[in-house]
């Protein structure tokens, strides 16, 4: 039987790509928290931005297996190493995707626009001097800018575009970020949200938090393990409730609590 999610020992490497830790665990394992929903949502296009080792977008394929048999999957990154290993880690899992190197979703705005059904991102989201964002290589893969939110405030206004209908984005925050105030930011875009999965040590606090768009609130407060099932506004203060104000940094083990 074909494993869930990518095996670590098939996920290819270069040193100028980041390696699965405990972000990509997390994001990973809120897929897998969320997959019967997913399974029902039956989403066919999946993008990830940012993929890194393509450990995320190949896990993504393995959950969704074949209940979505007819999803397309695409993944983007600034990086062309980690889009070279991110094909090498999907060919050794028997998975296939459209890889393009690119800034987040340049030039695919218009192709994608309300079509993308899932999108999963593990930003960089390391605060960092602002000259540091963007940089060439494994840097670009944390570089996060003031409080971590150079890269992440770029690309919410991208998925809002990319993103179908019934579209969800799995997103993952530290809480140097203010998660708060960016579910503030998409509330105002039309989005609820909650968190699936939260991950705490003494060094580092990590959300993985769902976005989807309040025309779907139906089907959310119908959903297995769902935070709250009285609607967005409901949801979205026992989301709120959830961040501590601690501040914390990237690479650490982390458990789920």
């Known amino acids: 039987m074909p494993s869930k999610i990518a095996q670590i020992r098939l996920v290819s490497s270069h040193p100028e790509v980041y390696e699965p830790c405990d972000d990509s665990f997390a994001l990973v394992d809120a897929l897998l928290a969320d997959q019967t929903n997913l399974l029902m949502h039956n989403p066919k296009l999946c993008m990830e931005v940012g993929c890194g080792s393509g450990y995320v977008i190949t896990s993504l394929a393995l959950v969704l297996g074949q209940g979505a048999c007819g999803a397309y999957y695409i993944a983007t990154d600034i990086n062309p190493h980690a889009v070279r290993v991110t094909s090498e880690t999907l060919e050794a899992h028997g998975v296939h995707a459209e890889l393009i190197t690119t800034d987040i979703a340049s030039g695919l705005e218009e192709r994608l626009a309300g079509l993308v059904d899932v999108m999963v991102v593990n930003p960089p989201y390391v605060p960092t001097p602002e000259e540091e964002v963007g940089r ?63 991950r705490s040590t003494e060094e580092e606090s990590l959300h993985v938090i769902k976005f989807w768009r309040d025309s779907d609130d139906i089907l959310q407060a119908n959903e297995v393990g769902a935070v709250n099932k009285t609607g967005p506004a409901r949801i979205f203060e026992s989301l709120l409730s959830q961040f501590p104000g601690l501040l914390f940094g990237r690479n650490s083990n982390s458990s789920s609590t």
């Open 136 to 198: 060439d290589g494994i840097a670009s893969a944390w570089a996060g800018g003031e409080n971590g939110r150079c890269v992440i405030d770029k690309i919410l206004p991208v998925a809002d575009k990319l993103l179908s209908d019934r579209g969800w984005l799995y997103m993952v925050t530290l809480t140097a970020n203010n998660p708060s105030e960016i579910c503030l930011q998409m509330r105002d875009k039309g989005y609820a949200s909650r968190i699936v999965v939260q």
